[in-house]
């Protein structure tokens, strides 16, 4: 008595007739591999140092959720005390972006720019006007800034930098530079 996993001698045969006259599949999909990320970061080396900054922005993720009103975030890693400084206008801002009338992607590769631009000119606050309008900006906006790794702090800009259309950015300097010296203690 065969059992009960083995394949008896009849079904066997019965198989090798039903295949006889068949012909292997001919591979028509191409073979997803992952990128190791040694290749990842080469590739991301070789871009232009403002498009590396979009490696940054995800427009899916929606890790920042606004409240009623103002709009406020510390990184994890800062003193919750720097968004009560934005907020009360102790630091001012050293440049102005202005994304009005702009689309998502343009507003995106705009903010990338200015966040690159600080980082080179050593400008520690910065001031956003994304404007109200329908709000898409107003929403995109502190996400794409809270996946920054330089973003130390934003909050809705007081009443004279545009109010809830517009957002005062912290940024996190070199070390060793001047202005990151100066920028330790924001009151």
């Not at 993720?61 to 990184?75: F, L, P, W």
Request: aromatic residues 6%.
């Amino acid at each position: 008595m065969p059992r009960k996993n083995q394949i008896s001698p009849e079904e066997s045969q019965l198989f090798r007739e039903l295949v006889a006259d068949t012909s292997p599949l001919v591979q028509d999909k191409k073979w997803h591999h992952s990128t190791p990320v040694a290749a990842k970061t080469k590739a991301k080396a070789r871009l232009p140092a403002k498009e590396q900054a979009l490696f940054y922005f995800s427009d899916q993720y929606e890790g920042y959720v606004s409240t009623d009103g103002a709009q406020s975030y510390t990184a994890p890693e800062e003193d919750a005390l720097l968004t009560r400084a934005l907020k009360r206008g102790q630091i001012q801002p050293q440049v102005t972006l202005d994304l009005h009338g702009m689309t998502q992607q343009q507003a995106k590769l705009e903010l990338t720019s200015l966040l690159h631009w600080c980082e080179l000119q050593q400008l520690h606050c910065a001031c956003i006007v994304h404007g109200k309008g329908l709000g898409i900006l107003a929403r995109k906006v502190p996400n794409w800034l809270i996946q920054h790794p330089n973003v130390r702090a934003f909050h809705t800009a007081p009443r004279s930098w545009g109010r809830d259309g517009a957002l005062l950015v912290l940024l996190r300097l070199a070390k060793g530079s001047v202005a990151a010296k100066d920028s330790d203690n924001p009151a």
